[in-house]
């Protein structure tokens, strides 16, 4: 997946979860990346899945691929208190999609 990423001139840039989502600085991220742990139809085994999540006319949207359609997440202040939720855990890591400069710069964050 990160490759995929690259060959389309973006990075994915891993998220610190001691850092509140609140200093991400969406204008500059062009998509968030959720990697989380589910069970599987075997327990006590799990998975690994990925989430995109990317704006889409002003409004950001969970492509989760085992959804049959996009969820709305909402406005920026909707999708930061969704990824504050989901960070609480253990079982998920978040990677910030950006422009490879976005990258160099650090833009993508308030410092």
Request: zero cysteines.
């Amino acid at each position: 997946m990160m490759k995929a990423v690259q060959v389309m001139g973006h990075e994915a840039v891993w998220f610190d979860k001691r850092l509140h989502p609140s200093v991400l600085v969406l204008k500059h991220v062009v998509g968030i990346i959720l990697n989380m742990t589910t069970s599987s139809y075997i327990p006590p085994f799990h998975r690994k899945h990925w989430i995109a999540i990317r704006e889409v006319g002003g409004k950001f949207y969970n492509f989760d691929s085992k959804l049959k359609v996009p969820i709305e997440i909402g406005d920026e202040s909707h999708l930061k208190s969704f990824l504050v939720e989901k960070l609480k855990t253990n079982e998920v890591e978040m990677f910030i999609v950006v422009e490879e400069d976005t990258h160099k710069s650090g833009s993508w964050k308030n410092s």
